[in-house]
């Protein structure tokens, strides 16, 4: 096991709103998996896509408060041009792009559905161990 994110879930209270917002921040494909509350997430990286997580409506949710979920990094190759998507479809820029010396630049901001999310732009040297 090497311990990498295998999955991920995001809540939302408008399942056409927030499929909108990630497809035209991140481009991601979703598959309908039996009712239109929950919404498998497709990466971009290939024709098909791998499952890579889920939009699910607030009603999964085991706990009575507002799940706003964990606080997960997605890897962007222009931390830039996703400020700009995120501000452009409904988001809201948190923590404006911030260098991590010897790591890349990071944006956090919150998506249409109250959720906080970072977008990591790594540096070369990063990248490199990551694809290993």
Known sequence: MDNKLTHFAIFTEDMERARGFYNKVFQWG???????????????????GHLIGALQDRK???????????ECSISVDNV?????????NGGKILMP??????VGWLIKFK?????????????EHIRAVMQD
């Open 97 to 102: 792009k911030t260098e991590i010396p010897y």
């Open 80 to 88: 830039d041009e996703i400020a700009e998507l995120v501000s452009q």
């Open 60 to 70: 999964y949710q085991m706990t009575d408060e507002k799940v706003i979920g964990f």
């Open 111 to 123: 998506d249409t559905e109250g959720n906080i999310v970072c977008a990591m732009e790594y540096q």
């Open 30 to 48: 979703y598959n309908s998996y039996g009712q239109d509350d929950f919404q498998q997430i497709k990466s971009n990286d290939s024709e098909s």
